[in-house]
Structures are given as structure tokens and as C-alpha cells.
């Protein structure tokens, strides 16, 4: 079956309809777009199961609580980045399992992503109007309050996804800024391409964030990611 069919079903069977970080990356891993390398290690493994998942990775790693019930995760404590050692990751599990949560507990450990140029934000939503559409923007909390985004109908073909780039005031930032390179914008492109295309073949995904991804000189890197499915 396909990858992308079989994560969606798995939540539908469960009764779920917002996909947690792990899958939501997972998914988008499937449509061969780069994420940040993961491994979930489920509460009964213990921290046995964190230390190993964490040396297959690499130190330096990032930990997060990963829990139905935990959607804004910074908010409460559930990103632990830049874990250097065991000695660190053996406070940040500890720190982890006292987050309160009703639903099942597991851990995603990740590898560090490297900082980037720019973070932005590639978003979807199935608008009752125009149907399947994709966003886009500059990551971080001064873009939200200035609502810089683009948004268009999709799928989008390559001209619609030069101008989304294009058209939001902060392409600045991507264009290479106080001595910093510019970003890739044709790895850019190419994600909003991919998504419009998702969201367009599998309109039961209701919505989707990747929020934020890592924008390089030389490619990107997709750190988080939410995807809601219609009830
Ligand atoms: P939230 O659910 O709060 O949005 P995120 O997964 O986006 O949680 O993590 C919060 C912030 O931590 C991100 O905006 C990013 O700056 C940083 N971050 C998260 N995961 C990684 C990672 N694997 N590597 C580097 N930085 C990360
Ligand atoms: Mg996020």
C-alpha cells in the first residue's frame, strides 16, 4: 500500500484525526522531502530505548515528547534541543516524562538540525471556497504577527510557485541579507510543489503545517510538522 495512504488510515482506524509530529514527518519522508533523521522510542522502552535511539543518531540530538495530547510542544516544555551527551539526554528524558498527558507517551529523538539561512513555513488548507490550497512564509514569531504569506489554488506549477516565493515582503531574507547567503530557492519550490500536489490528491488531509523548515544555501530541512484529516 502506499506509504502515505497506509499513515492516514492507521490514524482514521484509531479514530485520531491529527496526525502526530513522528507521522506527520513520516509521511512527508515518503514523498522523498527532506526531513530531520527520527527515531520514536515508545515509553515502555525506557530511557535503554532513548540511549540507544540517541547514539544511532549522533550527539548532538534533540528530544521531543511526542503525545496525542501535546499539539504546541515548545509550549509546554516538550522540545529539548542540542542534547550533547547521555549525561544531557538522561536530565531531558527525565524533564520529558513529567509533562502531563492522558494519551500514550513516546519520544522522538532527532538529529540537530544545523542553523539555517532562514526558517519558513509551508502550509495547506482545504478552503471552502477554493478547495485544496498551499501557503507560504518566513518562520518565526514576527512574520505571524505581520501576516506575510502567499497562498494559491492547488496543484501549483512551477510559475505559481516562483511567485509565492517572490511576492511575500520578507523574500529579502531568502535573497541573502548582512552578509548572509542567499537561501535555495529552488529546493523551496519544489517542497510547495510537492504539497500542492499531496493536498490535491488526498483532500481528506484537512490541513497541514511544516512549521519550520530550514531553508539552506544548499537545500532544506523540514524540522516539524502538524497534518490534520477531515473527520
Ligand atoms: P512546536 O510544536 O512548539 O512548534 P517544534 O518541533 O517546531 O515545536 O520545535 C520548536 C523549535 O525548536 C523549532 O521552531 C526549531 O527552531 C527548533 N527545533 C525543533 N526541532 C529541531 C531539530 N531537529 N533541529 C534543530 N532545531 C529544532
Ligand atoms: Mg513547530
Redesign the pocket.
Known amino acids: 500500500m502506499n506509504k502515505v495512504k497506509e499513515i492516514i488510515d492507521t490514524a482514521k482506524s484509531e479514530d485520531r484525526n491529527v496526525l502526530t509530529e513522528f507521522e506527520s514527518k513520516e509521511l512527508i519522508k515518503s514523498l522523498d522531502l527532506p526531513i530531520t533523521e527520527q527515531i520514536l522510542v515508545g515509553e515502555d522502552e525506557g530511557f535503554e530505548g532513548v540511549k540507544k535511539a540517541c547514539s544511532t543518531i549522533g550527539y548532538p540530538v534533540v528530544m521531543k515528547l511526542i503525545a496525542e495530547d501535546v499539539v504546541h ?2 509550549d509546554v516544555g516538550a522540545v529539548k534541543l542540542n542534547i550533547g551527551d547521555e549525561d544531557d539526554a538522561k536530565s531531558a528524558f527525565d524533564e520529558l516524562m513529567k509533562i502531563e498527558s492522558q494519551a500514550k507517551k513516546s519520544i522522538s529523538v532527532q538529529e540537530m538540525a544545523k542553523e539555517p539561512v532562514a526558517e519558513i513555513i509551508v502550509g495547506s488548507l482545504q478552503d471552502a471556497q477554493f478547495g485544496p490550497t498551499v501557503m507560504f512564509g518566513i518562520g518565526g514569531v514576527l512574520v505571524e504577527v505581520m501576516e506575510d504569506v502567499s497562498f494559491r489554488i492547488a496543484p501549483i506549477n512551477d510559475f505559481d510557485a516562483d511567485e509565492m516565493v517572490h511576492e511575500i515582503k520578507g523574500f529579502k531574507i531568502l535573497d541573502g541579507y548582512r552578509g548572509k547567503p542567499p537561501a535555495d530557492l529552488d529546493s523551496i519550490k519544489h517542497v510547495l510543489k510537492e504539497i500542492s500536489e499531496l493536498v490535491y490528491e488526498h483532500q481528506e488531509i484537512s490541513e497541514m503545517d511544516l ?2 523548515v530550514f531553508a539552506y544555501e544548499d537545500g532544506l530541512k523540514i524540522v ?1 510538522a502538524r497534518i490534520i484529516l477531515n473527520n
Open positions: 510542544k515548545s512549521n519550520p516539524d
